[in-house]
């Protein structure tokens, strides 16, 4: 069944420290696995996305990693900065429609 | 080149009243997706529409919730006899092609009940 489980649910990490973010997906997904950022008040955004057709993605300081075998991808921040705290949110494909992780809650210490 | 268009900003209803909740989509997308997000919890899916067309309804409540994709105008997302437990933000979504690639959202309603 369609099931996509995201860890942390909260992270903290001082600036210039990287964050890591996991999700893990069930059989059925599809091939698209996308990520969203959403800052208070805010719709989620789109941040990057990967096919898995590819292992890795990267957009500057981030990227987006896919494990196929073991059915889960994470989403990689570099040098973090505090405009990157936000609520992240990984997304696979099941049918019609996306299923939503339950979120990261990530806080950049100054 | 404007976003997806979502109105109002904040909803605020008595129970017993109705809800009316808009959105346009971005331009040349003709694939909508409504989802709701509860506090401290994630996108919950409700319905699918294109235009003139509802898709895919499976995360709707069977009662009160409706939704539909005039030929003109924005997508309406429609609760009857709003009930506190309605209280959340909602959030409309679209897409140029279905399944091709992520979604671009909205801004959000959020609706209070008191």
């Known amino acids: 069944g369609e099931n996509v489980e995201q860890h942390p649910s909260t992270l903290s990490v001082q600036e210039g420290d990287s964050a890591v973010i996991k999700c893990t997906y069930s059989?059925?997904?599809?091939?698209?696995f996308p990520w969203y950022k959403q800052e208070l008040g805010k719709g989620p955004q789109l941040i990057i996305d990967i096919r898995s057709n590819v292992g890795e993605k990267k957009d500057q300081r981030i990227a987006v990693t896919l494990n196929k075998t073991a059915k889960h991808f994470s989403l990689h921040i570099t040098e973090t900065q505090p405009e990157d705290s936000a609520v992240y949110f990984c997304a696979a494909r099941y049918g019609n429609q996306f299923y939503f992780g339950t979120g990261t809650s990530l806080t950049v210490i100054p | 080149n404007a976003g997806v268009m979502q109105n109002p900003r904040h909803l605020v209803r008595r129970r017993g009243q109705e809800a009316r909740l808009r959105c346009s989509p971005m331009k040349g997308h003709s694939h909508v997706y409504w989802y709701r997000q509860l506090p401290e919890e994630g996108l919950k899916f409700m319905v699918y529409?294109?235009?003139?067309?509802?898709?895919?309804e499976s995360g709707m409540p069977k009662e009160r919730f409706s939704a539909e994709f005039p030929k003109e105008g924005p997508s309406i997302l429609r609760i009857q006899q709003v009930v506190r437990g309605d209280s959340a933000a909602y959030f409309c979504?679209?897409?140029?092609?279905?399944?091709?690639?992520?979604?671009?959202f909205g801004s959000g309603t959020r609706l209070t009940v008191v």
């Open positions: 529409l294109q235009k003139e067309n509802i898709i895919d």
């Open positions: 979504a679209s897409s140029p092609q279905t399944g091709k690639e992520g979604y671009t």
């Open positions: 059989d059925s997904a599809s091939n698209y």
